[in-house]
C-alpha cells in the first residue's frame, strides 16, 4: 500500500464513493435551504451549517459502505428498533400528549425515526433472502414485519410517523412484486375512505362524533383541513397562514428577506415544516416549481440507480427510498399549501432539523452506495 | 404468484413498477405546481390583500377631550397622561397565575384586581384591560425590564380626566366612567361607533355627558405595519387625531364656591342666574360628590357610601327633585291678578285671619289677620288670604294658563342631563296623574291652596330661578344654560350657547314694577329684612315655606317635630333691584322658615357676586383652590 499519495488521487479517493448527479441535486437542495433559512431564521444559520456538514459527511461513510454490508445491517438494526418501542411504550417520556422519546441517560432520542430507514432495510433483505421464492408466505410474513412496529407507533400515538413507516414498508412490498389484484382494491378502499371523510366532514367534524381510531389531536387535524377557517387561531391559523404566504408570493415572489409573512411572524414553525411556505413567498411561483423540478429530477435519478442495481435487495432499497423522499416532499408541500392535512412532516433536506437532515443524507449515501456497486459490477 | 420466475423476468416487472412510480411521483408533483399555479396565479390578488391586511393594522389614536373652564377661566375638568399597565386577556393563558406574578413587580390591590375582572366582564375579549392605573416611573422600569416574561402584557400611556375643583361643582361638570354596553347601543344609534374606537371612557353625569358630543374629538388613525403578535413594528402613514371643543361656562367658580360652602352640611340647593341672558352663575346641589373618585372606577365603598348615605349625595336637587314653592309663588301669583285685570295694585281686602271655602276654613299665618291688605302689603307680609281669594277668582286654568309661560311644571331644557319637569297643576293634569275615576277630579278647594304655593304645586329650584329671571327681565325668557361658549381649541373659534331669548312674555310694565316694589321692600321691612340688613345694594326677595307633613287640627312647631319631617325653607330673590344682574332661588331642605335658613344663604351669593365679599370665615379662592392657568 503507497501511503503517500498524490493531491489529485487523494481527491480522487474522496470522489469516488459519491454520484455525482446526485450529489449536484442534493448540494443545489442544501444550498437553496441556506438561502432560506437565512431569511426565516438567521440565528438557527449556524447550526443549520454544522447540521449539513455532518450530514454530507455521514452521506459520504454510507457511500463507502458496500450495500451487501449495508443490507447485513438490516435486521440488527429492526430488532433493535423494535426493542427500544417496546421499551418507549412501557418507560417513555410522555410530552405534548404522546409518548415518543426514550431516555437511555446519555441522549433522548426517538426510537420511531430510526424505523424510517430500518423498515425499508428489512424488507429488502427480507426479500432478497427469499429471491426466486417469493410467493403469498413472503407477502404475509412481510406484512407481520410492517406491522409490528407501526403498530407500536400508531399506539404512541404518533400517526404521522407510522403512516410514513408504514409507507415506507409498502414500498418495498410493491415493488417486490405485491400483485395489482391486491394492490388495486387496497387504492380503492384508501380513496374511497379518504373521499368519504372530505364528503361528510361537516358531520364527523362535530365535537360529539367519537372517531374510535384516531386520537382527538388528530382528529383535529383533518377536521381543520376540511375547514381552516372554523379555528382561524388554532391548528387552522397554521394553514391559513401558509396559504396566504404562498399565494401572496404570485409569479416571482416578494424577494429574499422581503416575505411579510416570514418576518411579521405569521407563518408558524417557518424554519422547519412550514420553511416551504418562506420559499414561495420569496420567491414566488418560479422558485416553487425549480425547487419541485429539482426534487423530481433528484427522484428519477433514485429511480434510475434502482432499475440498474445488482441484486434483488438493493433494488428494492433504493427504490423504497426514493419513494421515501417523494412521501416527504409531496406530505410536506401538499400539507403547507392546504391540500394535505397537518402532519408533522419536514421538507427533505430543506427543513431545519439535524435529524432528519442526517437520515434523509444517510438515505442518499445508501442510493450512492448502490449506484457505486453497479459500476464497479459493469467494469 | 408461485410461478416460476426467472430472474430476468424479475428485473424486467420490477422496472415496470419503477416506471409506473415515476409516472406517479410526476402526477403528484404536477397536482402541487397546478396548487402553486392556482395559488400564486389565480388567486393571488386574493392572497396579496389577505398579506396585506395581516401586516397592516388601522390604530386608532384617540383625540385629546377638551376642556372645561369656568366663566373666568378657572379650570374645572382637564386631561394627565398617566402609564397603565394592560393585560391583553385573549394573549395570556393563565390571568390568575400572570396577576400573581405582576404583582411581585408592581403593587396590585385587592380592589384593582376586582376593578380588572369587572372591566374585563365589560369589555370584547380581544380588547386590553388594565391592571393597574397610574404607576409610578419606578414601576414603569421594574416592568419593561421585564416585559419579556410577559407576553400580552403592556404599559401604556393614557390621557385621564381630572377634576381640580373636587367636588365643588361634582353635579355641574358630572364625571366620565368606562364604555359600557349601554353606552355602545347610544353610540351605535348615533353612528358614532368608529369616532370612538380606541376611547375608553365617556360622560356619564352633568356636562361630560351632555356635551360628550362637543368634548369628545375625532378620532384619527395610524397605519402601521404590526407582527403577528399585533405589536407595532412601524409607523406606515397617520391621520392625525382632532381634539375635542373645549366649553366656557357661564359659572362662576367662586360664586359657586361661596353658595357651595354657604349651605355647610345642610341639604338643599341653590341656582342662581343672569336674568339678561339666562347663564347659569352658580348651580349647587348639597351635599355634592367628588367626580375625581369615579375617574379610573369607583370603588365598593366610595360607592356604597355615596349611594346609600340618607343625603342622597348623588341626587341632583336643583334640577331633578321639585318641591312646593310656598309663598315664592306669591309675587308671581299678583302679577297674574294684575295681568288678568282680576286686581289693581290699589285694590285692598280685609284680612279676617282665614278664608272659608266650602264649608272649609284656610287659615292665615297671623291669628286675627293683617287687616287691609292691597297687594305690595300681601308680599312684604306674605298674607295668605289675600291669594286664597285671588285663587279663587282666578281659577286653576287661569292660574295655569298664566303661569306657565314662565316654565313653571316643565323642563327648563337646562344643558344638563337629568332634569325633572315638576308639576304645574290644572283639571287637565289631575285627570293624566290619577287612574281612579274618582280622585280625577278637580275641587275647588284644591285651587286655594295652590294659591299660596302648597297642594299639588312642586316646582324644582332651576324652574323658580328661571321663572324668577323671567319676571325680573320684564318678560323676556331665556332657556338657562352652564355653558357659554363651546371652543375650537385649534382655531379659538367661540360658538355661544343660547344667546337668543326663546319668548317674550307679554307683560305690562307698570304690573312688573309694583311686583318688585314689593320684593324689595320683602327684604326692607318685610320677611327678608333680617337677612338683607345693612345691604349696601337694593335686593328684591321673598321667602317660603314649603310643607313636608301637615298637622290635622293642631298648630306647627318646629321643635316638636322630627328635623326631616320639617318644612322646606325657600328663598327667592334678585339684585339690583334696578338692573338686576342676578336671579337665585335657594331651597333648605327641612329648614323651617325661609326667612331663617334660605335667606341668609341668599345674602352671602348676592354679596359675593356684587361686592367680592366673602362671608366671615372663608377663605379667599386663591387659596384653597389650586392655582390653573
Known sequence: MEFRLHPVALIRAILRPIDPPLFLLLTVLLAAA???????????????????????????????????RLLSLAMPLYVLGVVLLIGVALFGEISKGAQRWLDLGVARIQPSELMKIAMPLMLAWFFQQR?????????????????????????????????????????????????????????????????????????????????????????????????????????????????????????????????????????????????FAVMAEEFGLIGALVLLVVLFMLLLRGLMIAAAAPTLGTRLLAGAITMIFFTYAFVNMGMVSGILPVVGVPLPFISYGGTALVTLCIGVGILMSIQRERALSQS | MTEFRSPDQEVSRLRVRLVVAGVFMLICLSLLAARFVYLQVVRFDYYHTRAEDNRIA??????????????????????????????????????????????????????????????????????????????????????????????????????????????????????????????????????????????????????????????????????????????????????????????????????????????????????????????????????????????????????????????????????????????????????????????????????????????????????????????????????????????????????ADFMRPFGFGQLTGIDLPGEADGVLPSPDWKRKRFKKPGQQKWYGGETISVGIGQGYNAYTPLQMATALSALVNDGVVFKPHVVKYVVDPQTGTRREVEPKPIRQIPLKAAHLAAIRAAMVDVNKTGTGARAFAGAEYSAGGKTGTAQVYSLKGSKYKEGNVAERLRDHSWFIAFAPADKPRIALAVLVENGGFGSRSAAPIARQVIDYYLLGKRPAGQASEDEDAPADH
Open chain 1, 34 to 68: 441556506l438561502v432560506v433559512m437565512q431569511s426565516a431564521s438567521p440565528a438557527r444559520m449556524e447550526a443549520q451549517l454544522a447540521n449539513t456538514g455532518v450530514a454530507l459527511a455521514l452521506m459520504w461513510v454510507t457511500a463507502r459502505i458496500p450495500s451487501a
Open chain 1, 131 to 275: 429471491e426466486g421464492a417469493i410467493g403469498f408466505v413472503e407477502f404475509v410474513l412481510a406484512g407481520v414485519l410492517l406491522a409490528v412496529p407501526v403498530a407500536l407507533i400508531v399506539t404512541q400515538p404518533d400517526l404521522g410517523t407510522s403512516l410514513l413507516v408504514a409507507a415506507a414498508g409498502l414500498y418495498v412490498i410493491f415493488f417486490a412484486g405485491l400483485s395489482w389484484k391486491l394492490i388495486v382494491p387496497l387504492v380503492l378502499v384508501a380513496v374511497v375512505g379518504l373521499g368519504s371523510i372530505v364528503a361528510f366532514g361537516d358531520t364527523l367534524c362535530q365535537p360529539e362524533v367519537d372517531w374510535q381510531v384516531l386520537r382527538e389531536y388528530q382528529k383535529h387535524r383533518v377536521c381543520t383541513l376540511l375547514d381552516p377557517t372554523s379555528d382561524p387561531l388554532g391548528k387552522g391559523f397554521h394553514i391559513i397562514q401558509s396559504t396566504i404566504a404562498i399565494g401572496s408570493g404570485g409569479m416571482f415572489g416578494k424577494g429574499w428577506m422581503q416575505g411579510t409573512q416570514t418576518h411579521l411572524s405569521f407563518i408558524p414553525e417557518r424554519h422547519t415544516d412550514f420553511i
Open chain 2, 58 to 399: 388601522l390604530v386608532p389614536v384617540p383625540p385629546n377631550r377638551g376642556a372645561i373652564v369656568d366663566r373666568n377661566g378657572k379650570v374645572l375638568a382637564r386631561n394627565f397622561a398617566a402609564y397603565t399597565l394592560d393585560i391583553t386577556p385573549s394573549q395570556v393563558g393563565d390571568l390568575d397565575d400572570t396577576i400573581d406574578r405582576l404583582s411581585e413587580i408592581v403593587d396590585i390591590s385587592d380592589y384593582d384586581r376586582r376593578r380588572f375582572k369587572k372591566f374585563r366582564e365589560e369589555s370584547k375579549f380581544f380588547e386590553s384591560v388594565p391592571i393597574r392605573t397610574k404607576l409610578t416611573d419606578e414601576e414603569v422600569a421594574r416592568f419593561i425590564a421585564r416585559r419579556y416574561l410577559f407576553p400580552g402584557v403592556d404599559v401604556q400611556a393614557r390621557l385621564f380626566r381630572e377634576y381640580p375643583q373636587g367636588d365643588l361643582l361634582g353635579h355641574v361638570v358630572g364625571y366620565m366612567g368606562r364604555i359600557n354596553n349601554r353606552d355602545v347601543d347610544h353610540l351605535e344609534a348615533r353612528g358614532e361607533t368608529a369616532n370612538y374606537r380606541g376611547t375608553e371612557h365617556i360622560g356619564k353625569r352633568g356636562l361630560e355627558e351632555s356635551y360628550e358630543a362637543e368634548l369628545h374629538g375625532k378620532t384619527g388613525s395610524e397605519q402601521v405595519e404590526v407582527d403577528a403578535g399585533g405589536r407595532k413594528v412601524r409607523l406606515l402613514s397617520r391621520r392625525t387625531a382632532v381634539p375635542g371643543n373645549s366649553l366656557i361656562l357661564t359659572v362662576d367658580a367662586g360664586l359657586q364656591a361661596v353658595a357651595h360652602q354657604a349651605f355647610g352640611d345642610r341639604r338643599g340647593a341653590l341656582v342662581a342666574i343672569e336674568p339678561s341672558t339666562g347663564g347659569v352663575l352658580a348651580l349647587v346641589s348639597s351635599p355634592s360628590f367628588d367626580p375625581n373618585l369615579f375617574v379610573d372606577g369607583i370603588s365598593v365603598a366610595d360607592w356604597k357610601g355615596l349611594n346609600e348615605s340618607p343625603d342622597r349625595p348623588l341626587l341632583n336637587r336643583a334640577i331633578y327633585s321639585a318641591y312646593p314653592p310656598g309663598s315664592t309663588f306669591k309675587p308671581f301669583m299678583g302679577l297674574a291678578g294684575l295681568s288678568t285685570g282680576k286686581r289693581t295694585p290699589q285694590q285692598a281686602i280685609a284680612d279676617p285671619g282665614f278664608y272659608v271655602f266650602g264649608g272649609h276654613r284656610f287659615m292665615d299665618d297671623k291669628i286675627g289677620g293683617h287687616g287691609m291688605v292691597d297687594l305690595h302689603t300681601s308680599i312684604v307680609q306674605s298674607c295668605n288670604t289675600y291669594y286664597y281669594m285671588l285663587a279663587n277668582d282666578l281659577g286653576i286654568e287661569g292660574i
